[in-house]
């Protein structure tokens, strides 16, 4: 079976990076090995670089995003604890999902698809909730929602985000803004294939971590003594060794361009597309002032289509016609919005030029 | 950061095939790719293939051999179901850790490390319990455990083997044996590194899900509209893409050299290693009769350790002068029982031939 190359520019997974492939040719080592050990620690110490903490409790989730964020939840969430959610996209509702499978009470804070979550409302919802957990990046809409205020306004809360999609494609600072739980995804942007979730764990969430997690699998207690145990590492799980050697290069990549110029890299190619967009009379979905650079949203011209063609025909033919990846619409707004991502390795200009081109190619 | 490749003789990861590394460089597709779909149903039909069984659910899990245990509990069992667990080692004891996180009521049944469960024991423990759970390879021992009697006479329940270290290193007949839920890992018999854990589901399984897993993760309802739905797959969560592609290469490898041949090779391989030792004056740990050719359990010699020297510098040695990893003993056998694997590429005659070497010249 074969298949060709595409240029991957849905909502992930982005193009990884060329150093990231030759990273899985890498010899298999034992979770145990010295030498593998040494590389985790070494990925730890990058992912604290770019989560920009010092939360020791650092590390990939072996499974992916999705798990990460279950990951986070199940480890402080029991049968009756409050935790407040933002939601405005399929992330905030999969978060409300998770949350009540551990028993949780569960106060939802929405906001219209599009639009960013209110803060202050967030802060609003509950005198005295364990956590409060939000969507940093809406993979959903394109949305940024604001964590920084939230941090500045928890008090005792737990602040729990989600950076799938922000993580190394726009600013984002655990500490200085007082998140104490979040959790991302390698195929963003990242540059690297899906298949872990990085986490980093502050040390007031192990505090309030439950007495006993629900899951064995994503026991962060059980898990801290293989991550972080110093000379001696208890045997948890056997860790993704070649998805860990793929991690370990994408941060090499990352941290080697620094971490502010893959920002500009992501910034200058979301504005560059979302320009070419709006010039073309196109519509952006995402409210003005909180647009993803890395991921835009937009909606479907429908007027414009070619004649007897819907969306998912148009993104079929970019996908058959010029092996272009684009997303189409989730939930309540599937068939009304495509989805384009400029994620790690994808995040190159030339690539807009293609997808503009390519659309002004099939739209006329 | 480099590493020297290694022998890798431990209890897992084995080698991977060349061609499963090779299988890392193809280009990554999006999860929802005609072309990606189209290949998660091949790998799926080769599971299918390998497992020996016919049941439509049958996937590969995004996360490792333990995140299969977990998944494939908390599917069938919540609080207050009754749950068999055989227990002769780390892995029987981990699945009464987690049927205990889903709120079930565990019924153990013991036997010693070393031996194997006495599968009328399992059968006579309750009356009408939900799910007999026990291990066919105990990984932590060398000991297989008799699963066709469990199957023939287990009545109503549901019965959920670990088949994480026998999967295509060993005979296992799913649906001969009347196995309902199974799972196992990539990084042992099947010759890929570790990061996926395929599993099978009978029907009888699927009637008997709770109605509402802990998991969102691993919610195997949510999960079959994405693996199993025919033209249209709903999004669940983003394939780990990349370690598809390695798993399809290494069932492709099994497949082509025939399922029979395969175990041949671990046969042959572990026969020879057993002869081997106990051509040497070593005692094996596992019961005979109830050996694993692919793992096999040796008590540590410690009468013939160079002077000065303890069990793990011995190993310390294998694998710094000689680049071979072998296992130590988990619990209760640590420090007295080495684990030696021969499992997917490390299968290899001249692999055995090596390590022997390498223990006559440390040992003399």
Not at 42 to 51: A, H, P, S, T
Not at 176 to 196: F, I, M, N
Not at 283 to 292: D, K, T, V, W, Y
Request: glycine residues 12%; charged residues 20%; contains cysteine.
């Amino acid at each position: 079976m074969s298949h060709a190359d595409r240029i991957l520019m849905g909502p992930g997974p982005g193009n990884p990076y060329p150093e990231v492939i030759e990273a899985f040719g890498r010899p298999v080592l034992g979770h145990l090995d010295p030498d593998f050990i040494a590389l985790l620690d070494e990925v730890n110490d990058r992912l604290r670089q770019v989560f920009l903490t010092e939360n020791p409790l650092t590390f990939p989730v072996s499974a992916t995003g999705s798990a990460g964020m279950e990951a986070t939840f199940v480890n402080v969430l029991g049968p009756g604890d409050v935790v407040v959610v933002g939601v405005n996209g399929v992330f905030g509702e999969r978060m409300c999902d998770v949350a009540s499978r551990c028993g949780a009470e569960v106060v939802r804070v929405e906001a219209e698809w599009g639009t960013a979550i209110d803060p202050q409302a967030l802060l609003d919802a509950h005198p005295s909730p364990k956590v409060i957990a939000v969507v940093h990046a809406e993979t959903s809409t394109g949305v940024r929602n604001d964590i920084q205020p939230i941090g500045a306004g928890k008090g005792d809360a737990l602040l729990l985000v989600d950076c799938v999609t922000s993580l190394g494609g726009i600013p984002l600072e655990i500490d200085e803004w007082g998140v104490d739980l979040a959790y991302s995804g390698t195929q963003k942007c990242l540059g690297v294939p899906p298949g872990l979730s990085p986490v980093t764990v502050s040390n007031r969430a192990i505090e309030g971590f439950v007495e006993k997690s629900q899951s064995w699998y994503l026991d962060f207690s059980m898990i801290a003594s293989y991550v972080t145990g110093g000379g001696a590492r208890a045997y948890h799980h056997t860790a993704p060794i070649s998805m860990i050697y793929a991690l370990h290069a994408g941060l090499g990549v990352v941290l080697d361009e620094g971490l502010e110029n893959v920002h500009a890299r992501h910034r200058a190619c979301g504005e560059r597309l979302q320009d070419g967009l709006v010039k073309r009379g196109f519509e952006l979905f995402a409210q003005e002032g909180n647009r993803l650079p890395e991921l835009t949203s937009v909606i479907v011209p429908l007027d414009r289509l070619p004649s007897g063609a819907d969306e998912a025909g148009v993104r079929r033919r970019l996908l058959t016609e010029y092996g272009i990846e684009i997303g189409g619409g989730l939930g309540p707004v599937a068939g009304q919005v495509w989805r384009i991502g400029c994620m790690g390795h994808t995040a190159r200009e030339r690539n807009v030029t293609m997808l503009l081109g390519a659309l002004d190619e099939i739209l006329g």
